[in-house]
């Protein structure tokens, strides 16, 4: 467990150099999903590292150190990303061709007027500390500067914890899509789709001008 007692500071992208640490979060927290796909859990970090779209997150951190992520789409670019031929590139035309298959279910397309989440993950050591929660407002920020009206996100059946969250930040449900098929595979068997309206209050405050 990491031991950290400075106060998060959020950053509205994922710093340079702190790739990989952002891969390692985000593979801890949905490497079973993702693992069918991307595995060997060593290849999939360094995959997931060097495709991301450092404009696209917002990162909190303590002491220097990332402790919580949360990914967004917007303008058909998310934190996460690697096509077809980054796929097909690292892991051979005959393995890459079913994984492309895998990934293909976890894509998700905004209207117009939506940002989409592209996942949210506070390190395990400091959870509980109101970190997802600060990550929430800021993606809500950036939801209204950009003029979108609502924020989607999927959460799925094994993480309840996350979905209260969302719940206690103003998302609710508005689709659940049953998977049972995937149960084995991925390790879940349900989707829900939630949705947070925005509006003006979520825009920050303006700062005070420096006399």
């Keep these: 467990m990491e031991a950290m ?16 640490r952002v ?27 060097r495709h991301l779209h450092r404009d696209r997150g917002v990162t909190a951190l303590v002491d220097g150190r990332v402790v919580g ?18 796929v097909l590139a690292a892991y051979g035309a005959f393995a890459g061709l079913p994984r ?11 209207r117009p007027a939506e940002l989409t989440m592209d996942g949210i993950v506070v390190a395990p050591g400091q ?3 109101g970190i997802g929660g600060l990550l929430l407002q800021a993606i809500a920020a950036i939801a209204a500067e950009h003029g ?27 689709r659940t899509r049953r998977t049972p098929w995937l149960r084995d595979l991925l390790g879940f068997g349900a989707v829900t789709t939630m949705h ?3 509006t003006s209050a979520d825009l920050p405050a303006p700062r005070e001008a420096t006399p």
């Design 5 to 20: 007692n400075g106060r998060p500071e959020l950053c509205r992208e994922v710093p340079q150099g702190a790739e990989l």
């Design 23 to 49: 891969a390692e979060l985000y593979w801890e927290a949905f490497g079973r999903k993702l693992g069918p796909a991307l595995n060997p859990p060593e290849k999939a970090r360094a995959f997931i590292a």
């Design 69 to 86: 992520v949360a990914g967004y789409q917007l303008d058909g670019r998310a934190l996460t990303g690697g096509g077809a031929r980054d």
């Design 100 to 110: 492309l298959a895998l990934l293909a279910l976890f894509e998700r397309r905004a």
């Design 127 to 129: 959870r509980g500390a």
């Design 148 to 174: 979108r009206d609502r924020i989607r996100l999927d959460v799925i059946d094994v993480n309840p914890r996350a979905r209260a969250l969302y719940e206690r930040h103003g998302f609710a449900a508005t």
């Design 196 to 198: 947070r309206p925005v």
